[in-house]
């Protein structure tokens, strides 16, 4: 039985946000357009940017990659994936990985491991 209180919770926003949404689906409206259907374009993007992400097509390569290759190298490289190229473009829409980024990730690596960059 609940008591009927309310409890925090992460997805609870501010009154002040609440309001700035309220005025910004106003003036969608205002405007002709469906705040609601605004919503679901921005989620299926958000989705599609996921699917898209550096970690979700680094691991469709790696499948299709692996499969003529000895396991222990292949536990090794997606070890490596895992432990030090996903922390830092993982998340990351392909799309949105820069040249300079992963070159400086790159020299990271080498000062790190003394590999020659």
């Not at 499948?63 to 922390?87: C, M, Q």
């Amino acid at each position: 039985m609940q008591s009927g209180n309310v409890h925090w919770h992460p997805s609870f926003i501010s009154l002040k946000d609440a309001r700035e949404r309220r005025d910004e689906a106003r003036k969608l409206l205002a405007n002709g357009v469906d705040p609601g259907e605004v919503r679901k374009a921005q989620k299926a993007a958000k989705q599609e940017r996921a699917g898209n992400s550096f970690q979700s097509l680094a691991y469709e390569w790696f499948g299709k990659w692996k499969t003529d290759k000895v396991e222990s190298h292949y536990r090794k490289v997606i070890a490596r994936l895992e432990n030090d190229v996903f922390p830092w473009f993982g998340g990351v829409p392909v799309s949105d990985v820069t040249a300079p980024e992963v070159l400086a990730y790159a020299a990271q690596i080498a000062d790190k491991t003394g590999f020659p960059g």
